[in-house]
């Protein structure tokens, strides 16, 4: 199963939006409402930010939003705060039953 | 409040072996998927090994026949053994809970680093 593919690095300015995509296959992204997102900061475990595409658990800010469009899924995080700069990984749950993370994006807040 | 705390890591040289263990507060592990992620010095998240609430057990081609994933309901504790190990292992391995087999992985552990070097 080759891993998600999504871009290396994304920046943004404080209050702007960005977007990042994870892109996949229909056994995986495309074929399935499973996908997730992790935020990662340096020397931490992930925290989940989005499940099942476009839900928020508990606690985490509206700021962030998922959605997704045949094989490609995204993230969207809106007004941007010096917090959010992390690494942001996808995943998705694949037809082998099993699970498959993209390649990690690294988020600089300008 | 769930908890899950990783201990077991350390130093190894290649070919040995490692028991990782992961304690679980706050749930109960054998009725949930509970999984090992691990993750390479800079690199990205990588899916080891599950083990289902009904007790099957998966493994990524990568470790499989040489790792096996494990859980003692008594001490509600989940457990990797890992051998013949590798320099590509090393990594910070993480537990990580799902409650559902399409679910996320919604509760992580800090982490243990496993080093393997001669």
């Known amino acids: 199963q080759s891993a998600l593919t999504q871009p290396a690095s994304v920046s943004g300015s404080p209050g702007q939006s960005i977007t990042i995509s994870c892109t996949g296959t229909?056994?995986?992204?495309?074929?399935?409402?499973?996908v997730s997102w992790y935020q990662q900061h340096p020397g931490k475990a992930p925290k989940l930010m989005i499940y099942?595409?476009?839900n928020r658990p508990s606690g985490v800010s509206n700021r962030f939003s998922g959605s997704k469009s045949g094989n490609t899924a995204s993230l969207t995080i809106s007004g941007l705060q010096a917090e959010d700069e992390a690494d942001y990984y996808c995943?998705?749950?694949?037809?082998?039953?099993?699970?498959?993370f993209g390649g990690g994006t690294k988020l600089t807040v300008l | 409040e769930v908890q899950l705390v990783e201990t077991g890591g350390g130093l190894i040289q290649p070919g040995g072996s490692l028991r990782l263990s992961c304690a679980a507060s706050?749930?109960?592990?054998?009725?949930?998927?509970m999984s090992w992620v691990r993750q390479a010095p800079g690199k990205g998240l990588e899916w080891v090994s599950v083990?289902?609430?009904?007790?099957?057990?998966y493994y990524a081609d990568s470790v499989k026949g040489r790792f096996t994933i494990s859980r003692d309901n008594s001490k509600n504790t989940l457990y990797l053994q890992m051998n013949i190990l590798r320099a590509e292992d090393t990594a910070v391995y993480y537990c990580?809970?799902?409650?559902?087999?399409?679910?996320?992985?919604?509760?992580w552990g800090q982490g243990t680093l496993v080093t393997v070097s001669s």
């Open positions: 990580a809970r799902r409650e559902a087999l399409t679910g996320p992985f919604d509760y």
């Open positions: 706050g749930f109960t592990v054998s009725s949930n998927y």
């Open positions: 083990i289902y609430s009904g007790g099957s057990t």
């Open positions: 229909s056994s995986d992204v495309g074929g399935y409402k499973y």
């Open positions: 099942d595409v476009s």
């Open positions: 995943s998705s749950y694949t037809s082998s039953s099993s699970v498959v």
